[in-house]
C-alpha cells in the first residue's frame, strides 16, 4: 500500500488575518512551514467573496509553493478565468453559498454534471488537474466518472460529525464504498472534512485514499504548538492509521 499524502489547508490563517484587516498572519508563510514540516501539498479556498484568501495570496503561492497547489473554487467563469491565468496543479471544484460559514456538503454532480464536464475540458487545455469534493455516494462517484473528473475527493464530514457507533460505521462504510468504486472507475481518491488526530486513522487506513486535505483542525493545533509540530503530528497519525489497513 502507498504512503497516504497531506495536503495543508492555510484559509484559516487567512482568515485570522482579515479579522484585522492588517497583512498578518500570512498564509504563504503558513504554507511554507507546513512544506517544511513534511506537508505533500498546500490547498485554499479562494471564495467568490473573498473571506479569506485573496487572488494575491494565490498568486504569491503559485510562485512559492515547491509541492503542490491545490485551489478549491466553484465552477463559474469568474473562478475558471482565474484558475487558467494562473495555473495552479489542481483546481478542485466545490459547492458555495455565500451565507455558509464553511462547505456544508459535496458537489451535487447530477445536477451539475454538464458544467463539470465542460470545466474539466477547460483545465486540461491549461494542463490543470481537477477534482470534484463529493459525498460519499455511489451515484455522485459514477457522474463524476462521467464528467471526465480524474479525481474525487470524498466529503468525511458526516464521518466526522457521527456521534453514534451505529452512524459512525454507517458514515465509514459509505466513505469506502465510494472509494472502492472511484478506483474501479480509474480515478484517484482524496478525502477531506473536519477530519482531526482523534478520527483521521481510520481514513488513512483505506488503501484507494491516496491523499488527505486538512486545514482548521491543523490551524487550531498549530496555536498551541506551532504549525510545523502540528503537521509532524497529522502526518504521524495518518501513517499509523495507513500502517493498519495494510
Known amino acids: 500500500m502507498q504512503p497516504i499524502k497531506l495536503s495543508v489547508n492555510v484559509d484559516h490563517v487567512a482568515t485570522l488575518r482579515e479579522a484585522r484587516k492588517i497583512d498578518q498572519p500570512d498564509p504563504v508563510l503558513a504554507a511554507g512551514l507546513a512544506e517544511l514540516a513534511g506537508a505533500d501539498g498546500v490547498t485554499i479556498h479562494l471564495r467568490g467573496d473573498r473571506r479569506h484568501i485573496k487572488e494575491r495570496d494565490l498568486e504569491v503561492l503559485r510562485r512559492t ?6 485551489v478549491e473554487m466553484a465552477a463559474t467563469q469568474d473562478m475558471l478565468r482565474i484558475a487558467c491565468e494562473l495555473r495552479p496543479d489542481m483546481v478542485t471544484l466545490v459547492p458555495e453559498r455565500p451565507d455558509e460559514v464553511t462547505t456544508e456538503g459535496g458537489l451535487n454532480l447530477l445536477h451539475a454534471k454538464d458544467v463539470v464536464r ?5 483545465l486540461a487545455e491549461h494542463e490543470i488537474e481537477m477534482s470534484v469534493f463529493i459525498d460519499p455516494d455511489l451515484s455522485q462517484v459514477k457522474a463524476a466518472a462521467e464528467a471526465n473528473a480524474k479525481t474525487i475527493e470524498i466529503n468525511t464530514g458526516r464521518y466526522c460529525e457521527a456521534k453514534k457507533t451505529e452512524d459512525l460505521e454507517r458514515e465509514y462504510q459509505s466513505i469506502l464504498d465510494a472509494a472502492r ?4 472507475l480509474r480515478m484517484a481518491v482524496a478525502a477531506g472534512h ?6 483521521v486513522g481510520p481514513i488513512a487506513a483505506v488503501g484507494e485514499i491516496r491523499e488527505l486535505n486538512i486545514g482548521q483542525s491543523i490551524i487550531a493545533r498549530a496555536v498551541f504548538v506551532g504549525i510545523e509540530r502540528a ?3 497529522m502526518i504521524e497519525a495518518m501513517a499509523a492509521g495507513r500502517a493498519r489497513g495494510e
Open 181 to 184: 468504486m472511484a478506483a474501479k
Open 194 to 199: 473536519g477530519l482531526d488526530l482523534k478520527n
Open 65 to 70: 509553493v515547491k509541492t503542490h497547489l491545490n
Open 118 to 122: 465542460n470545466a474539466a475540458a477547460l
Open 231 to 233: 503537521v509532524r503530528e
